[in-house]
């Protein structure tokens, strides 16, 4: 079954305090990216991933970290987290190419007090 | 520049039809999509256009797509309660970023019986 996961789902901290939210894909798709929701807001992209070591800042990525080490893992690392960051965070995949659909990983809602 | 922008909530009776609006800026924009967010979910794919169409039909969803005016429109006919859900646009651009997508804010549709 074509997969996109996220751990955690839920994640409460503390400001300052290292944390990484994993987006694992098992359809050996090339592009992977990162969202944030906001009520209002709609979606906006952190980052993006070509392919395995091409990584890019999307439209608000002030403040996190990504890395591409394999092509089927995409974390999303916030050095030290600020209540400004507390959203739904979503990764999604999709094979290379414009036309290609993409699919969305459940989300993780992180609140940062 | 890029800006989508919808209307925040719509409400409908069981059994009409509900329409919902987007008004994008990029003329460049190359796929419009349509994505639906039921509760604690992430985003599922509902139906996309390409950009030199006007129109697609899928069962009880239609899109039509005026270029002139930047305007798509998602029309669910026959609306059931199980459609309540926010519906999110995209637009996605050629760009560097390749499958970059440009979400508006969302629309929270609220069936009623």
């Known amino acids: 079954e074509a997969q996109v996961t996220q751990n955690p789902r839920y994640l409460i901290t503390v400001t300052g305090k290292k944390l990484t939210v994993t987006c694992s894909q098992n359809?050996?798709?090339?592009?992977m990216s990162w969202y944030r929701q906001d009520p209002g807001l709609g979606l906006r992209q952190i980052y993006y991933?070509?392919?395995?070591?091409?990584?890019d800042k999307g439209d608000v990525p002030e403040g996190y970290k990504v890395s591409r080490k394999e092509k089927r893992n995409f974390p999303l690392i916030l050095e030290s987290p600020s209540p400004n960051q507390t959203s739904l965070y979503f990764c999604?995949?999709?094979?290379?190419?414009?036309?290609?659909?993409?699919?969305f990983g459940p989300g993780t809602r992180l609140t940062v007090t | 520049g890029e800006d989508v922008e919808q209307s925040l909530f719509l409400s409908v009776r069981e059994g009409d039809s509900s329409v919902i609006n987007c008004t994008y800026t990029?003329?460049?924009?190359?796929?419009l999509y349509w994505y639906k967010q039921e509760p604690g979910a992430g985003l599922q794919l509902l139906t996309y256009?390409?950009?030199?169409?006007d129109m697609k039909q899928d069962q009880r969803l239609t899109v039509l797509l005026n270029k002139k005016d930047k305007h798509l429109s998602l029309r669910i006919a026959d609306t059931q309660t199980g459609d309540s859900a926010i519906y999110f646009c995209?637009?996605?651009?050629?760009?560097?970023?390749?499958?970059?997508?440009?979400f508006g804010t969302g629309t929270q549709l609220k069936v009623e019986l």
């Open positions: 991933s070509m392919n395995v070591e091409v990584t």
């Open positions: 359809m050996n798709h090339e592009y």
């Open positions: 999604a995949t999709s094979r290379a190419g414009i036309s290609y659909e993409q699919y």
């Open positions: 256009i390409f950009s030199n169409m």
């Open positions: 995209a637009e996605s651009l050629r760009t560097g970023g390749g499958n970059k997508l440009t």
């Open positions: 990029d003329s460049s924009s190359t796929y």
